[in-house]
């Protein structure tokens, strides 16, 4: 039986809204976070979507993997319901893409949804640490953050062989995150510095979709090939992003153009670094 994946403030943030008439919601709690296959079928009813979209809290109740999931999982039940998405092209414009079934189908594959909702999670907050390094005959000391493709892209050439597992990932989760996310910003249209988006949008350079495509591609690749890929059992998951990157952004500009945006303040005061 897969284990529960939320907290129990999670499971008790659940019960509350859907079962509000209920005497007993301490026991239904209980239960529920013993029996995780009890949970997944009340993370697609309405109420949980509507509470998340109108409760000035609750962005302090539950943790960033709920909201996520609840959200991805909708993504897909409007998926099923429309037979394209829209695609960018050039600086503003957007076009019908039929693809609406096979963006779909990304979401159908558990393992993919999971690292999906916890690739989101993992960009509402900021870690930054200091690296001093030999550049020559001299010792360099330099900042990095989590955030940063640039940053990441030159600790990959740093780290020893044996560590370069998390950073392939994360310069490759940064690429899918922002060209996902924020393609308004990938594209150049915006500049990524601005303040009001401090701790969502990864810092460095702007791109272009098309450069951090490639740069998905190539590092989830590598990720996948790694040891350390089978042992996490991501190898699969990884592959299959390298492979199918412009379907896996898709879901995540969705949910960004249609249940990040009413929110975007509110996040970025609890993501931001202080």
Same mark, same amino acid.
């Given at each position: 039986m897969d284990e529960v994946r939320f907290t129990e403030d999670d499971v008790r943030f659940i019960v509350e809204t859907v079962a509000d008439r209920r005497q007993d919601r301490d026991h239904v709690v209980r239960l529920l976070l013993d029996k995780a296959d009890l949970v997944e079928p009340l993370l697609d009813d309405e109420r949980l979507l509507r509470r998340i979209l109108e409760d000035e809290?609750? !962005?302090?109740?539950?943790?960033? @993997? !709920?909201?996520? $999931?609840i959200l991805l999982r909708r993504v897909q039940r409007?998926?099923?319901?429309?037979?394209? $998405?829209?695609? @960018?092209?050039?600086? $503003?414009?957007?076009?019908?893409?039929?693809?609406?079934? @096979?963006?779909?189908?990304? !979401?159908?594959?558990?393992?993919?949804?999971?690292? /999906?909702?916890?690739?989101?999670?993992?960009?509402? @907050?900021?870690? $930054?640490?200091?690296?001093?390094?030999?550049?020559?005959?001299? /010792?360099?000391?330099?900042?990095?953050c989590d955030l940063s493709l640039e940053d990441m892209v030159e600790l990959a050439g740093l780290v020893e062989e044996a560590a370069r597992f998390p950073v392939y990932r994360r310069i490759a989760d940064i690429a899918l995150f922002t060209s996902g996310v924020f393609p308004e910003y990938a594209g150049g249209a915006l500049s990524i510095s601005r303040r009001g988006m401090a701790g969502m949008v990864p810092r460095g350079r702007v791109a272009s979709l098309e450069e951090y495509e490639e740069e998905g591609r190539r590092f989830y690749r590598l990720a996948s090939e790694r040891p350390e890929a089978r042992e996490a059992r991501l190898d699969r998951v990884l592959g299959f992003l390298a492979e199918e990157f412009p379907l896996a952004r898709k879901p995540l500009t969705i949910l960004s153009h249609q249940y990040i945006r009413w929110t975007t303040a509110r996040w970025s005061r609890t993501s931001a670094p202080s």
């Open positions: 809290e609750v !962005l302090v109740r539950i943790s960033p @993997r !709920l909201l996520f $999931t409007d998926l099923r319901d429309r037979p394209y $998405t829209m695609e @960018r092209v050039g600086m $503003t414009e957007t076009v019908p893409v039929f693809d609406a079934s @096979r963006v779909s189908q990304v !979401l159908e594959d558990r393992k993919v949804l999971d690292y /999906l909702t916890d690739l989101l999670a993992s960009f509402t @907050r900021v870690n $930054t640490w200091t690296l001093v390094h030999r550049r020559g005959s001299r /010792l360099v000391r330099r900042r990095f």
